[in-house]
Each structure stands twice: as C-alpha cells, then as structure tokens.
C-alpha cells in the first residue's frame, strides 16, 4: 500500500519548472516574431524601390527626346521642381521630364525613408529625332541609382532615434535602355 504522501500530485518545484520553460519558449517566440516584422519591413522597402524605378523608367521610355537630351539626368532626386506643364497645354520633352521629376520625387518620399537617388544617361551615338520617334533599341545606357535608410533586421532596439539603432543605407542599382 502507499503512502498518501507520494499520492498527491506534481510539486511545486515540477510546477514552476514548467512554467519556466513555457516561459522561455514564450519569449523566443515573440523574438522571432518580432525579427520577422522587421524583415517583412525590409522586404517591403525593397519592393518600394523596384516599383519606383519601373515607373519612372516607363515614363523616361514613354519621352525619349527628354531622355537623350538629358532632361531626366540628376544627382539628387528627390528634387523640388515646379511644372510647367498643365492638362490644358502641351508639354515640350523637357517639361514633361520635369513633371515626371516632380511626380517621381513626390514618391520617393512617400514611400522610402530618407531616399536619394541619380540618374545618369549615356548615349554612343548622337540619335536624331527622326530615330528617337521611333522604337527601340537606341544606342544608349541608362544607370538609376536608389538609396534609402533602413533599421537592420536584427536590431534589439525599440526606436529609430535611439543611439544603439542599427541603421543600414541600401541602395538599388538598375542597367537599363529607355
């Protein structure tokens, strides 16, 4: 026969190591929560880019004499540029590349954090305005740079503006023909 002693359940010491593990499994998972949103953040901020380059890109293809006479060329986009152009008149090439500026860099600073951004065109043969009416290809490069600030995956701390944030300046580069 036992004892009504041993009878009598779990212990107390069997009870708080339970809840100790529970607890330790509990935290790892919310860190793994939380580094997955900040990863999902940087993805997001990734695919920001590449949307913004794609539209600007078509609207550079959609005036190619704006583009090869170099109206869309800067070092420092996002830009503050006044339009010229309204719906009610007709654009030369060159307004309608600074509406397209002033569009594109509306938003860059809606969508990334802190962006800046170049674009440089390179032609190898001087196209003339009969070839550029037509389509593609044309002898020439375009490089589009696009960089923004962002907090690192892995950062352990709570704000942005904290010193201990780790910061990291991504930066998108695309080789294409307008």
Known sequence: MSSPARARGASLIEVLIAVLVFGVGIVGLAGLLIISFRSNQVGYLRTQAEFL???????????P????NGAYDSTS???????DCTKTSTC???????RDQ??????????L??????????KSVTPDATQLQMRPPYAGNCVMKIS?????ATDNSTATNTPNA?????????????
């Open 102 to 111: 002033a569009q594109w860099s509306s938003q860059l600073t809606t969508f």
């Open 148 to 152: 923004w600030v962002e907090r690192a």
């Open 166 to 178: 780790t910061v990291a300046l991504r930066t998108y580069a695309w080789n294409f023909q307008p």
């Open 65 to 68: 004499l704006g583009v090869w």
């Open 53 to 63: 380059a794609m539209g600007m890109a078509d609207r550079m293809r959609a005036n």
């Open 92 to 98: 030369s090439p060159t307004q309608l590349a600074k």
């Open 77 to 83: 986009y996002p830009l503050s540029v006044t339009q």
């Open 113 to 122: 954090p802190t962006p800046s951004a170049s674009i440089a065109c390179t």
